[in-house]
């Protein structure tokens, strides 16, 4: 296998010990269906340009710059030197300013993963750190600048690697605790919680990645095609939510309905058959994938 | 303060359905934001569509997406038209899955959302399935579509919330082997492993927020500053004798921070 080329080349400094490493992207997102842009009228594809909100003239993109509003309409420009001066020289070093207990940290925070593998002389320094961590059970928190970006990327032990991940800021997360915090502490116990967690084990199964495919695709080019020919597209109808005074009731019908198909499900099918006696009763637009 | 929902719909454990609603975890508003200016004049600069073929500038509401048939082959599609597309799951997530909490590597954690009922009458149903999951320390698995893509989703019990992850399409996480298949697997001395444990455990500390501080984003703050005392001018400004800004740095940041949230605030385009 061809290993691609690294990303970023440095160091991993802990405890006075500094380890050569390389850092990899682990992922690549990637845009799955394009559209295009379209004058409505003509029918045309369109561009996009840029123009000076008074004059309207186009504006080239050198003659683009940042500019920050102090006060209404009055902005400070910041060339990209003055941007560039505010991120602190790039050290190429990972160095460790503490390390923190896996089960403690607030994976809302993650943004992106590398894989971060040892390069050449590195081997002993790299084990030590990725086995230290292992026993510890934690992970390291370490900052660098990182595509001319200072970063804190979290170094955690992977199967023989490391996994550095990027950390977005504080001010970029909204806790769980402030977006929860309107919310009613009900506390479900008794008979509703035991035919859930029954429900739950029922269906206990794996998420397998390589196993699931974007259908979204596929149901776009079949709206196209229906539009062409002029046919409608069943609606999706809104499922009707379960009353409180319904939902012991709701639990016990689920319960029994998973019960009944004991054999367990061997595929991921998405469609459910815990619904099927209702969809037969009530509608026959229910689409199998 | 209330945020607007990302998405709306329904949470759905076998019979058991109840009306959600997610937001996004990450927030941009308290983020140093800029425009861009033209250097010329100062004054913004804006983003237009033109017709490729005519030049001409287009409306907004002009402004359509296009499914490409074949070369030059357009047919148009408007978002309620996409909003029909024919997958059960564009406003249901449906929790067909449960696997152990600890069994999806966080390497397929893609964005966080956070999950909560809508309407108080969906309060007890969300709740059952939260607590549900919480005491059988199971994560949910599901499948939603959401900005344009179906992805498989994880349901996390979090609080009095619940918080749903994207997760990665298995190609596009590259195959660690490629990486880490060199490292060579013999064990390291085990005395020089227990010092490391020792060094380890003198640096541990508690997870906290504040690990995660931006030193960047004070020090801008401190340049756009400098910048502005510097080309004070009383250009679009009447007062002729405008306020003298306090010398003290630290209200001229808390000043320029809540000038931050107060423009991001309404700056959503």
Not at chain 1, 191 to 204: V, Y
Request: one cysteine or more.
């Amino acid at each position: 296998m061809v290993v691609a080329r690294a990303n970023w080349k440095g160091f991993i400094k802990f405890g006075g010990v500094a380890v050569a490493v390389k850092l990899y992207t682990v992922a690549s997102s990637s845009e799955r269906i394009a559209f295009h842009t379209l004058n409505r009228v003509t029918g045309n594809r369109v561009r996009r340009v840029f123009v000076d909100s008074e004059t309207g003239d186009p504006v080239e993109p050198e003659e683009q710059v940042k500019g920050y509003e102090v006060e209404n309409g009055d902005f400070v420009v910041l060339e990209p030197e003055d941007v560039a001066s505010a991120i602190p020289e790039s050290d190429k070093t990972l160095k460790v300013e503490a390390f923190v207990p896996c089960n403690e940290i607030d994976d809302v925070y993650f943004d992106k993963p590398y894989y971060l593998a040892p390069d050449k002389m590195g081997a002993d320094g790299f084990k030590l750190l990725r086995d230290g961590m292992r026993k510890g059970r934690v992970a390291a928190l370490a900052r660098t600048v990182l595509f001319r970006r200072l970063r804190t990327v979290l170094i955690r032990p992977h199967n023989n690697g490391l996994i550095g991940t990027t950390l977005n800021f504080d001010y970029e997360i909204r806790s769980s605790e402030e977006a929860f915090d309107q919310l009613p502490d009900l506390k479900i116990e008794g008979e509703m919680l035991e035919l859930a967690k029954h429900i739950i084990n029922t269906k206990k199964g794996s998420f397998d990645p390589k196993a699931f495919d974007d259908r979204y695709e596929s149901a776009v080019a079949e709206l196209v095609k229906a539009k062409i020919e002029g046919r409608a597209l069943p609606k999706e109808r809104a499922p009707s939510p379960s009353k409180p005074g319904d939902l012991l009731q709701a639990l016990r019908e689920s319960a029994a309905l998973v019960s009944a198909r004991k054999p367990k499900r061997s595929s991921q099918k998405t469609d459910d058959g815990a619904s099927s006696r209702k969809a037969q009763r009530s509608s026959r637009s229910k689409r199998t994938a | 303060m209330a945020l607007r929902p990302y998405w709306k719909g329904y949470l759905k454990l076998s019979l058991v359905t109840c009306p959600v609603q997610m937001t996004p975890a990450t927030s941009e508003s308290e983020k140093v934001r800029f425009h861009t200016l033209n250097r010329v004049t100062h004054n913004r600069v804006m983003s237009r569509y033109v017709d490729a073929v005519t030049g001409k500038e287009i409306e907004d509401e002009d402004a359509v997406k296009g499914y490409q048939k074949g070369e030059d082959d357009y047919v148009i599609l408007e978002d309620e038209e996409l909003e029909n597309v024919a997958l059960d799951n564009t406003k249901t997530i449906d929790i067909d899955v449960f696997a152990p909490s600890d069994s999806i590597e966080w390497i397929w954690l893609d964005t966080p959302y956070y999950l909560s009922p809508n309407e108080p009458v969906g309060e007890e149903a969300f709740s059952v399935i939260r607590d549900a999951m919480a005491s059988e320390d199971m994560v949910g698995i599901s499948r939603l579509v959401i900005s344009r893509r179906e992805r498989a989703v994880m349901l996390e019990p979090r609080g009095k919330g619940i918080v749903l992850w994207t997760l990665r399409y298995g190609d596009e996480v590259r195959d660690e082997n490629a990486y880490f298949g060199g490292v060579d697997d013999s064990p390291s001395d085990p005395e020089v492993v227990l010092l490391v444990q020792q060094l380890i455990k003198k640096q541990t500390r508690h997870w906290d927020s504040k690990l995660v501080a931006d030193p960047v984003q004070d020090k801008l703050l401190e340049i756009i500053e400098a910048k502005r005392k510097q080309t004070k001018r009383p250009a679009k400004t009447k007062e002729i004798n405008p306020k003298p800004a306090p010398s003290n740095v630290i209200n001229i940041m808390d000043a320029l921070r809540k000038s931050v949230e107060g423009e991001n605030r309404r700056g959503k385009r």
